[in-house]
């Protein structure tokens, strides 16, 4: 089994260092992988917690030094967990050390840093796949396994709203993702990238132009000036001739995690909400919505887990990622989303920033 | 109580006309008004059919024209319930002839018209009012209650839906309402004038801008070319920097007569749904979402009805919406929502037309 | 039309004397009936608040007496809408004066006079009928449909309850629905009686034993001691061999008029909840619910009305009521539920009253 | 660190074996511990079998001999996740080893099982608790804080169901859960058991008196007779004078996992569904109930994953359940629920099963 060994070594060790950990920790536990993960080391600013976190989350070894992890023989994958300004920069230096590179979303803070990163990854040995986590909800993986085998028609409209309330407080300080310069943009680059790669996704089409505004409702904050937005929305329409509708906000109060999308069809309709992930809701040819459980054996992933209604969490759409993301390395495919598509979600964030209403299309 | 007697005389005896007719022939029943319609004269093209519907719906008598309807000294309310393209004509001549008028939404199917409607409507002697009827839900004037009261604090997004799937078999016929000729535009103006109309009266915001798409998916139907959108999303900006999202639908698979929106506010948010038209959904300061049954007495209009929990149906709108209306007659006011409302809303509805994905002024 | 012609009379002017009057008022503006119905008189105890009523609610006349109602010779119909203590000494004069009678439930407040009424009923010349008007709900009339169909199987399970929170308040006087002397019984007869006619209705199959537990929680209030139960719950054993469990309470705080009912058949299952009626969901062989709106044309009673989506309220209810009632006058057939069938919820009443535990046949 | 590590050997290494290895292996990632698990060694009785398990789920060893297993001195927790045939057996030799014994519910087949292992447990020097593990759903136990604290006042109604569906098929074979010298009992230990103890552990109030009812609807399965109950009912009252109502079946055609309990006190309501487990729904004084997504950092255990909205899965309740059975041990308290309270739930069951409707009190 040595021979199947695969060195991990993971930047960052925050909110999406914690659930990747938990995912690579696990992953083995429930799937059958070409190759066996092993967690060698973790790397983070600080040398204190970087030890503890590698304590507690089961890592073998841990740094202060990126590019030291991205030396080292024992590790293969470089998983890249750090906020968007330092994503082309890690993920680049890994590709070209050969290693294989799983890099969080948005791919990057710029198109310009996110071209560079698809060049860099269509260029490398190693394989690469962006983090769009919520494609492995069990729930939007059999929604878009429906849309591909036609059960649903031709996809006609699209509509997604992803909504949280946590910036509400108007005394919330000037964290990391309410500056530009950190976060690149604010829901829209945090969350609305999510619901873009997801609409995609699950209806099999590109989004080929919007109209879309953004607004910054709480411009001073204990720290400083917002310098991102704090909600976003357009409109548009997609390749396969479906019209889309998007906002994402952090300013929905009671909303926590409200990533929605529904999709309709020639032939039925389907309906998400992650608030309540373990459920898809179907319709067909004008019949009333039907529940779905996600949880039977055959639907994605969920097999692997527990007895029908047994639901999941959010932390498994990470262990499904990598799950996936091991079987690509180890068969020798290429993972999706690729850094191409995570390239082409960027353009369409940075169509909806400067369209102010305008109508622009993504190239 | 003689001398309370108001009489009514109405146009059009199809959807519409039944269900005003049953809100006629109830409304004394339930509310204590200042006035007491008398249900005088129905007109309809067909003889017979006026008649049948006269007999079957409780007016006196019947005429197939509405310009001898008008004429007549017991009709002070002349109830316009024909198609768009007629509301004009008729309403201004009623107008003139010192009626008061309540006309259907959408008030017409062109801006020239609706304009000529508000001026004929200001220089009048009757009142005059457009049948927004959503506005007279319960669980949405609660609503407008609530965010006037400031419950909600400053309404920051407004998001609405009206979602319908009644034409999503290609080979229903081309019914009036597909006609260009005949109904003023498609989606757009036959429900998405009520989620324009309902947002602005909800939110207290007018739209001043949007960006906006349609779309025919089914060009050609049996009896001939669709000449209107199937479907129309817009996104814009409210009079008190609220953002705004619609999209109005008529091939939303499964979805029957889903009229939603949602306000977020800078201290909570509701959330409101037609299909599930007894309930207001309220979060106030990021808690969870409250089911609130708006059938309790203190509730608008519930009062008149029967015990908390114990709902109303979508006849009820339009009950409401005329004791309002003869309230307003009987004590002297100006019925809302006014012509000038009226035009109001078709404005947007022109903007989102020629918008084609630009941005365009509401003036 | 005159000779189809025929007159009503109804006792009662309360909260059923209203919703009833609503539906005669009604029903055939929207339904082709054999008969149709003349409002002539209504009854109460009270001149003037009789009178009042009459004129609100479009009676032609109204007594004092109910013993003079039922002389009159243009009255064919007597609607028995007073508490049950009343229900036997009226309803029996009106069957042996050769009267049609609708009577509200429970039919009577024991047995005994159950046992007359039946009897009278079964010599009568007239028709019979007691109201419980929840089998007229659009969503359950289609529950019964698909279970006579076989569309679920065998019924193995049905699960009733019957939630309200009107009597949460210890301050709320001692109204006549808490003494034992006007209501018979509390949260049982009033609410559970509803409950027991449904589940038999749908299911197809009688109640048979029954062991049964009732409880008063508060015991005073303002004006008395409270003499009926504030809930009662019982499970038991049905015709067809189903469990059945159903409870009744009107201290389910937030819950206002939850009559819910789910059955699970050996193919499939149903679940109906009145606060929001005009939703079934339903499962078949194990896969999710789905939520039908019940108003689409093919649905009971659902076409007379609006289009789909397009809700009824609770009025409407005895509005199909009134009209099977006319239908089985009209047709000479028997209508029902009949006072066979009153009699029989009245014996589940009676057993669940004395079982204290005990499992207690029904005879 | 090392003196604070604890030698965990778990027995079982099926469906419970599973979840308890997934608790085990995460829940020092998660809470800070007083001690820190080993996972030892695992038993099973097919030794190929019980050597995959371990590798898999991250055991050190494995043996096909639980005697052995207890044997070993670095094994201080027994982990009992065997068939209930089984528990009483293992659970008491461990105790008398001097080990902590965690055990699967229902704690034992019989009463007389269970009560020796009290009387085992009353007498250990090890800690020991029955793995009721939804009462760590943070719904739920934020329900029990609530009850606690008097924000629901006097609870004077409980109801609770367990509906499955998985037995559906008449042609699923006679599985060790169907054949009562295995299981003891068919849905009433199995799924029953749950709600006893959830209904208990929320309310305060044990259960005093039932009135009980089984039933098994599919006598005959490949493999021979069923043997158990397919669905057991029953009504009763509590310590606390509130009504209990509970029912439990495999055989609810559409329910997958559907643990439901309602609570109505005399100041509010709580109502709860496993199928969406992140949801606690929230009534106060009449008022509508409101969702509660029990995600929040003050909320029991969430505080310890994922930011708000972010759900947890059924596999977390085993987490949370293992994080306070070493937190008791660590701080030499007594966990909960002790073996006492495993054969309190016992004897209710007993009395459920010998009941046939019949009231039944509870010693």
Known sequence: MTDRTIGVGMVGYAFMGRVHSQAWRNVTAFFDLPVTPAMRVICGRSEKAAEAAAARMGWAGFTTDWRELIRRDDVQIVDVCTPGDSHAEIAIAALEAGKHVLCEKPLANTVAEAERMAEAAALATGRSMVGFNYRRVPALALARRMVAAGELGEIRHVRAVYLQDWIMDPELPLVWRLRKDKAGSGALGDIGAHIIDVAQFVSGQDIVGVSGL??????????????????????????????????????????????????????????????????????????????????????????????????LGYEHTFTHEIKDFLEAIGNGTDPSPSFADGLRVQRVLEAVERSDGAYTEIL
Chains 1, 2, 3, 4 share one sequence.
Do not use: C, Q
């Open 214 to 311: 953004t607004e910054t409702f709480i411009k001073e904050r204990p720290g400083g000036r917002v310098t991102v937005d704090d909600a976003a929305l357009f409109i548009g329409r997609m390749s396969g001739g479906a019209t889309a509708s998007f906002e994402a906000t952090r300013l929905a109060g009671g909303r926590k995690n409200a990533l929605r999308i529904e999709l309709n069809g020639s032939l039925g309709s389907l309906s998400f909400d992650f608030e309540a992930m373990n459920e898809l809701w179907v319709s067909k040819g004008g019949g009333g919505f039907t529940r779905v459980l996600v949880t039977e054996p055959e639907h994605p992933y969920a097999g692997a887990w527990w007895p029908p209604g047994h639901g």
